[in-house]
Each structure stands twice: as structure tokens, then as C-alpha cells.
Nanobody, 123 residues
């Protein structure tokens, strides 16, 4: 398995922006579809965004479209999640995930996961 390590979470205020990072060890993320999921307390893990193995395609959940951007930096084996205009609804643990092949929006379709990074949006 390829370890995934998330970073960049923390406490933010409504309206703030935050950027999460996911660094992959071993095989480059360019060999995998990469995704971000989030899980709020008491809720199921939710798809947020995904980047195709070649970086040519992105997919977003309707709930974050227009506020969140997923991108990748191949040279650093790092995938980013830029989140703007944060609201309390964005409070969750954010997980980076990887899978061989094409983008999927279902968590069970991903077989590699990071430990998660907490994002808390509060005034």
C-alpha cells in the first residue's frame, strides 16, 4: 500500500480559505485516481472531489462545487484541496484516498487512505 499523509487542517472562521495537502509515498499519484472525502461527526464519509490519474479530469460533489478545487503537483507527489468561503458545514475530518484506475465517488472503491486531517470552521 502507498501511504498517504494529509496536512493543512485546523481551525478557521466562516468565510476563510484553507488548503489541504496529501502527499503520497512510493508510487506517484499520477498512477492513481486521487480523491478527498470528509466525515462529519455522526455522519457517513462523504465524497468531496477527485482528480484523475493523469490530472486531466476533476469531479466535485454538488455541495462543494464552485468553492473547492482539487489539484496535483506531480513533482512533489502531492494533491491539494483548496477550500474557499468556508462554512460550519465544512467542519469534518478530511481524508485523502487513492485507487488504481478511474475516478469513483464511492468510498469503498478506494483502497488506500490517509489518517485524516481535522478542519473546524467556527466563529
Amino acid at each position: 500500500q502507498v501511504p498517504l499523509v494529509e496536512s493543512g487542517g485546523g481551525l478557521a472562521q466562516p468565510g476563510d480559505s484553507i488548503r489541504l495537502s496529501c502527499t503520497t509515498a512510493g508510487l506517484p499519484f499520477s498512477a492513481r485516481a486521487m480523491a478527498w472525502f470528509r466525515q462529519a461527526p455522526g455522519k457517513e464519509r462523504e465524497f468531496v472531489a477527485a482528480l484523475s490519474y493523469n490530472g486531466a479530469r476533476t469531479v466535485y460533489s454538488d455541495s462543494v462545487k464552485g468553492r473547492i478545487t482539487i489539484s496535483g503537483e506531480i513533482a512533489k507527489n502531492t494533491v491539494y484541496l483548496q477550500m474557499n468561503n468556508l462554512t460550519s458545514e465544512d467542519t469534518a475530518v478530511y481524508f485523502c484516498a487513492a485507487r488504481a484506475g478511474f475516478i469513483r465517488m464511492s468510498a469503498p472503491e478506494y483502497d488506500e487512505w490517509g489518517q485524516g486531517t481535522q478542519v473546524t470552521v467556527s466563529s
